[in-house]
């Protein structure tokens, strides 16, 4: 049970059944078809027979029921004691596979009750998500033995205004009916009371989140005396109107002396980074330091020099941290860091260290959250007194969810691309493409731009994926393009190696660079302009866009090309959209749909908790109702405090405990 993630009694009763089978209405016997399975009951009209066989160890049992409409034939193998258990002119009924042959109708192995128990069958069956190594059958005696063992001890976890309210049913009921539901209306209402309450849990964990951080602390509010525009003047471009939004956005969070807590999200190439250079710049000019806090060490490097081209001329000192360091580099730079000679600290999660101390720390930045998520947060912010919190995603969201799951947060968002950005045509091809795609790309390296190439993570193992890697580079290397300079990346590489690779990459010096998804995020190189994408249909739409987003960052057309081992009607589907569309939320909202939330908002994406049961594209009006709810309680009771919410206080608690304090 272990390999479920099945430790005790509650872990149990919380694995909910991907789906139900009904065995309510048994079928006439003159209508099954071939190979389904089916339900019939009808009366034995003759004893079970034993026939022994060839097999020493094999022995098949038959018995004959007739119902109105016909006869079946009932077939047991090796299961001596149906004989003892089947009475003659008895009527039963039989739940298993069919044959239907020549007008012969006959079921083999099914499982069956006599008329009027409903031990294996007349009711709603529960279908679990099990390996192979145990099957429904054993798995639903279990639960029946657990459900027997909690059934109207568990204690309510909702209060009853609630239940009331919302016409809900208590938990006992509830947990029972989840998994052994005598009607589907029954399975509904179970489903409802459990989602309801998985994201209540939610809901009110982000908002007492949120009102903790408006109400209670006191941030700092930055001088409006100093002004942005100083440093925007100064930039080689326009900022696009949404990147001039945000930033009034975030300039009055600043001025305010209530903490920021924003999420800025924006579609890949929207131009984050400049804000977020921009806000530190005034952050640094008030007098307070700044950190910044990327996912990679490549990114935290690129960041480096994006913050030191815009920011030294200002007199500003900027210093990167990450674990590469020698011991004497970070010794270092954490002095100066504590005596306020370096205003902005670029690094990755080395930041969270406890040594890592700032001496006057008014500005945090996170970049691409879903990395870090909200207790990662709290530790960097501590570092300061209350400093103003910015985080910033690449993963579009609908507007809708956002606002939802991001309950802590304030959001803003960034719809626009920078003027100069071009469309960049994309292609699914199946295999039959490889030698044109391959032309294609010689062509482009002839004419001096430069391609990624990305195979899929096959497994939550560098390892493998390292191999899948290695291997596919040395086929291009040798076989396909022996004269370009082909090189690879994968996650196993020591850091110093991958950001060699990198910066040769960015120098030109490779033509073409095969990699994981490590270069998913955030890198910049203009001159990079086909990404080709092995196994495209293995990706999440989400990842597919990200990834593409990686070219068409210079002055030349780009292309992204989607090779495709198999073309079922699902991944035709992504593929088209990803081929019509270059809007990152419209590209999310499908994603959700196709795929259902449980995938798109994995716990390591977001770090949101992983849904037992809710589903967030399903349960979206739920969600809808559950938010309401939760702002009046919130509302009306911040901390929980009040008797009639002590259970919603607990709810949250348990559920959150490692993530958040209540
Ligand atoms: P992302 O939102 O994906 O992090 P970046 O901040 O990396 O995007 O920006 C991508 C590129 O666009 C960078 O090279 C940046 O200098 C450039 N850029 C940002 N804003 C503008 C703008 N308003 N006009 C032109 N180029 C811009
Ligand atoms: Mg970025």
């Known amino acids: 049970m272990q390999s479920f993630g099945i430790f005790t009694l509650k872990d149990l009763i919380e694995y909910y059944p991907r789906d139900y089978e009904d065995r309510n209405k048994p079928k006439k016997i003159a209508e099954v078809v071939n190979g389904e399975e089916v339900l019939i009951s009808g009366i034995a009209i003759s004893r079970v027979q034993e026939i022994p066989t060839n097999r020493r160890n094999m022995k098949i049992y038959k018995l004959l029921v007739r119902d109105e409409t016909g006869t079946c034939i009932i077939t047991w193998f090796n299961q001596k004691y149906v004989k003892t258990v089947i009475e003659m002119g008895k009527r039963y009924v039989f739940f298993g596979k069919a044959t239907v042959q020549g007008g012969r109708v006959e079921l083999t192995g099914p499982v069956f009750d006599k008329e009027g128990q ?126 001039l939004r945000v930033l009034e956005e975030i300039d009055g969070d600043l ?31 008030c007098g307070y330091q700044v950190a910044i806090m990327a996912p ?25 941290l990450i674990s590469k360091l020698t011991k004497k580099q970070k010794e270092a730079i954490l002095e100066k860091l504590k005596n306020g000679e370096i205003d902005i600290l670029i690094g990755t999660h080395a930041l969270l260290q406890e040594n890592v101390e700032f001496k006057k720390l008014g500005f945090v930045v996170t970049d691409e959250q879903h990395r870090f998520g909200v207790k990662q947060r709290g530790i960097i912010s501590s570092k300061g007194e209350n400093p103003d919190v910015l985080v910033m995603t690449a993963t579009p969201i609908p507007r809708t969810l956002a606002l939802i799951l991001y309950g802590d947060l304030d959001i803003s968002i960034m719809d626009e691309l920078p003027p100069n950005r071009q469309t960049i045509d994309t292609f699914a091809v199946g295999e039959k493409m490889e030698d044109r795609v391959n032309t294609f790309i010689r062509k482009q390296v002839q004419e001096g731009r430069q391609c990624y190439m990305v195979c899929p993570l096959i497994e939550d193992n560098e390892e493998i994926n390292a191999k899948s890697v290695m291997e596919l580079a040395t086929h291009y290397k040798e076989e396909v393009f022996p004269d370009l300079r082909v090189e690879y990346l994968h996650g196993k590489m020591k850091a110093k190696e991958k950001e060699e690779i990198m910066g040769a ?28 994408i092995q196994n495209a249909e293995r990706f999440g739409l989400a990842a597919l866009h990200q990834l593409r987003g990686r070219v068409g960052r210079g002055k030349y057309k780009s292309y992204c090309i989607l090779k495709c081992g198999t073309l079922g009607e699902n991944t035709k589907e992504r593929m088209k959209i990803m081929c019509e569309t270059q809007d990152g939320f419209k590209i999310a909202e499908k994603d959700l749909e196709l795929r259902g939330s449980g995938e798109f908002f994995g716990t390591k994406q977001h770090g949101l908790p992983e849904f037992k049961i809710a589903n967030l594209f399903e349960d979206m009006p739920t969600l809808k109702l559950v938010q309401e709810t939760s702002i009046h309680i919130i509302q009306e009771d911040p901390n929980l405090e009040q008797e009639k919410n002590k259970l919603l206080k607990k709810l949250v608690k348990e559920k959150f405990k490692d993530r958040i304090e209540i």
């Open 118 to 243: 409903s031990k294996n069958t007349g009711k709603i069956i529960p279908i679990y998500p099990l390996t192979y190594s145990i099957t429904n059958n054993m798995f639903r005696n279990i639960m029946e033995n657990g459900i027997r063992e909690v059934e109207g001890k568990l204690e309510e976890t909702l209060p009853d205004y609630l239940l009331k309210e919302y016409q809900l049913l208590d938990t006992n009921t509830a947990t029972r009916s989840i998994h052994f539901p005598d009607t589907f209306n029954e399975f509904k209402r179970a489903r409802k009371r459990l989602v309801f309450e998985e994201l209540l849990a939610m809901e009110l964990a982000l908002l007492s989140l949120k009102y903790a951080n408006k109400n209670e602390k006191k941030g700092i509010a930055f001088s409006k005396e100093v002004h942005m525009s100083d440093v925007i003047q100064t930039l080689p471009f326009r900022l696009t109107k949404a990147q």
């Open 255 to 285: 001025e305010s002396e209530k903490p920021m807590n924003r999420l800025l999200q924006g579609d890949v190439g929207s131009g984050k980074t400049i804000v977020s250079i921009i806000a530190a710049y005034k952050v640094v000019k």
């Open 296 to 320: 990679t060490a490549i990114l935290a490097s690129q960041h480096l020099v994006n913050f030191k081209n815009i920011l030294e001329p200002f007199g500003i000192r900027c210093e990167l």
């Open 505 to 532: 990459f960015k120098n030109g010096e490779i033509d073409i660079l095969i990699s994981t998804t490590v270069i998913e995020v955030g890198v910049d190189v203009p001159n990079a302009t086909i990404m080709v």
